[in-house]
């Protein structure tokens, strides 16, 4: 499958179902906002070039990026996300057990989108539980997701980094 049948899977089994709980396509990514969370369906790995891979990446809006700013649009740069999961991970962080992993140095987990050795059928469907998965999810990640908890995750699971750091002074001003 070449990058152009993708993006149009994408556009059509992710992007336009996602639309109605307000997320918005960015080139090839996408994002849903609450009132304090931004979450971001980013491509990653190289964005011209199969197979395509993406990754779920999940910040609190009060958290500066790495240029030690609030962004003032919606970041595609994954070092500015303290969260990175495999898309299809999603829900696991409404669980109450989920444990914060510390990727801050590029390695993000990535579900991978390759035909072959899958079909453009088995890729359509794919990307259709994933906006399932995600419509389901999403609208939920704010009660559990909050500013105290990832507070906790970042100080007590994180690895100490400096981006790290940054991200818990913010979250100390709010909590």
């Known amino acids: 499958m070449d990058i152009e049948s993708f993006n149009t899977l994408f556009e059509t089994e ?5 639309a109605a709980i307000g997320a918005v396509r960015d080139e090839h990514s996408l994002f849903w906002e609450s009132d304090s969370l931004t ?16 990754t779920l990446f999940v910040r609190h809006k009060v958290m500066r990026d790495l240029d030690e700013k609030l962004p003032s649009r919606l ?8 969260f990175k999961l495999a898309p299809s991970s999603a829900a696991s962080l409404l669980d109450p057990n989920f444990v914060y992993t510390p990727l801050n ?11 072959p050795p899958e079909s453009p ?6 990307l259709a539980e994933l906006a399932t998965l995600l419509n389901a999810t999403l609208p939920q990640l704010e009660s559990h997701l909050t500013a105290a908890k990832m507070l ?6 994180g690895d100490n980094a400096w981006c790290e750091q940054l991200w818990i002074q913010d979250l100390k001003a709010v909590v």
């Open 14 to 18: 992710i992007a336009t179902p996602l």
């Open 39 to 54: 979450v971001g369906l980013l491509r990653t790995g190289n964005r011209a070039t199969p197979p395509p891979q993406l």
């Open 75 to 82: 970041t595609r740069r994954p070092n500015d996300y303290p």
């Open 105 to 115: 140095l590029g390695d993000y987990p990535a579900e991978v989108y390759s035909c």
């Open 121 to 126: 059928e088995e890729i359509q469907a794919r």
């Open 152 to 157: 906790a995750h970042l100080t007590d699971e």
